[in-house]
């Protein structure tokens, strides 16, 4: 699992350059919690670890824009917040399932976390 936490870390760290280190930690833990939908549609599960009041979030990926938009950013204070976590995590997750032998390895990881967390918040 180390392994595979260093790699989520890194792409993390590559999509999103200028961020801190708390912004990572918690893009990474949300990917195990992506679910994709349809073609940049994704639903990311809340967590109230994070603070999250809400069982699910909806991000939305624009290929032609190159842009993500989360639901996070309608409601409140959302406004100030120009890339969430949510987004954090979507963008990793697209990342993994391009690299098969990540992918394979994460998605086995996905069941055992998914299985050891009570959801939704």
Known sequence: MGKLIRELYSIAYTVFPDRSLSFYVRSVVRCFFVDEISEG?????????????YPTYHVFYFPRERRYRCECQLRLYGYVRRICT??????????VIQDVDIANRFFKWCELVRKSVQLPC
Do not use: K, S, T
């Open 41 to 53: 549609h994704y639903i990311v599960r809340g967590l109230r670890e994070f603070g999250d009041h």
């Open 86 to 95: 949510h987004i954090g995590a979507v963008a990793i997750y697209r990342r």
